[in-house]
C-alpha cells in the first residue's frame, strides 16, 4: 500500500493508471503509474494547503486543472531573452538550415531484411551491377531492366528528395555522398540500391529572425521543464511517503 501523508493511493487506481504508461515490462508500467500518482497527490495536497480549487476525487492524475494555477504560483520560470536565443542559434548552426536537395536515380534490389541468405545473394549481384556501371553502361537502361522499384518505369529516377522523405538508413548515406556513381551498394531495409546523384543542392542558413520565435519556444519549454523538476523534486523531499522508493533522480519524469 502507498500513502502520502497519510493519504492513500489504492492499488485498483495504479492498475488503472498503467494504461496510460506503457513500458517494456508490466512492473514498469506499474512503477511509472505510482509515481505519476504521487505527484499527482503531493500537487494536490499542496495546492490545496494554498487555497486553491481541488476536486474531492483524489489521486485521479487526469484531473489537471489546478495544477497550472499551482505552477504558476509556486514555480519561478525565467524566459529566455533575445541574447539567449541568439547565443543557441550562433552555437547551434546546423538546426537552422534548410534541407539540402538530391536529384538522384537509383537500381534497387529488393530482400525481405530478414531473408539472411537472400541478403547475400542480392548483395553479390548488386556489387556485379555496380562494376558494370563503373564500366560505363547506361545507368537508365540497367534500371529498367534490372530495378525492383517502380522509379524502373523512368530510369530509376527518384526526381529531386530532401531529407526525411526516405528511410534513414538510405538517406544518411546518399546525402553524405558527392555527386556521381556511389561507389558501394546502399543496404537499406528493402534491399541494396545502386545510386546516381545527378545533382546536389545544398542548404541554406535561416536567418536568425526567421527562427527566433522556435527558439525562444524551445528554450522556455526547456527551462519549464527543469523547473517544474526541480519543484516536483521538493515536494517529494518533504513529503512523507510509504509504500514507495522514490528515485527522483532516476524517474523518467525528472528528464
Known amino acids: 500500500m502507498i500513502t502520502v501523508n497519510q ?5 485498483d487506481k495504479i492498475l488503472a493508471e498503467m494504461q496510460y ?9 506499474m512503477f ?12 494536490r495536497q499542496r495546492a490545496k494547503s494554498l487555497g486553491i480549487p481541488v476536486s474531492d476525487d483524489t489521486v485521479e492524475s487526469s484531473d489537471e486543472d489546478f495544477i497550472e494555477a499551482l ?13 539567449d536565443c541568439r547565443q543557441y542559434y550562433e ?7 534548410t534541407s539540402p536537395l538530391l536529384e538522384l536515380k537509383h537500381i534497387l534490389l529488393t530482400v525481405p531484411k530478414e531473408d539472411d ?3 547475400a545473394e542480392a548483395k ?40 526525411g522523405q526516405t528511410v534513414a538508413e538510405f538517406e544518411r548515406q546518399v546525402f553524405a555522398a558527392e555527386p556521381g556513381l556511389m561507389p558501394r551498394p546502399v543496404e537499406s531495409r528493402y534491399g541494396f540500391h545502386l545510386v546516381f ?19 525562444a519556444d524551445y528554450l522556455n519549454d526547456k527551462v519549464r521543464r527543469k523547473a517544474i523538476a526541480q519543484y516536483i523534486q521538493v515536494l517529494i523531499s518533504e513529503a512523507e511517503i510509504e509504500g514507495y522508493d522514490f528515485q527522483v533522480d532516476g524517474s523518467p519524469l525528472m528528464q
Not at 536567418?207 to 527566433?212: D, G, I, W
Open 117 to 119: 541468405a537472400g541478403r
Open 71 to 83: 505552477i504558476e504560483q509556486e514555480v519561478a520560470i525565467p524566459e529566455a531573452t533575445d541574447q
Open 21 to 29: 504508461h506503457p513500458a517494456d515490462s508490466r512492473r514498469e508500467a
Open 197 to 215: 546523384i545527378e545533382r546536389k543542392i545544398p542548404g541554406r542558413s535561416l536567418p536568425y529572425e526567421e527562427v527566433s520565435g522556435q527558439i
Open 32 to 43: 511509472s503509474a505510482a509515481e505519476a500518482l504521487i505527484i499527482g497527490e503531493l500537487f
Open 7 to 11: 493519504t492513500e493511493i489504492p492499488e
Open 124 to 163: 553479390v549481384r548488386a556489387d556485379a551491377l555496380l562494376d558494370i556501371l563503373k564500366g560505363g553502361a547506361d545507368f537508365s537502361k540497367l534500371a529498367r531492366r534490372e530495378s525492383n522499384c517502380p522509379s524502373k518505369e523512368t530510369g530509376g529516377s527518384l526526381g529531386q528528395i530532401s531529407k
Open 91 to 97: 552555437a547551434n548552426p546546423s538546426k537552422f538550415e
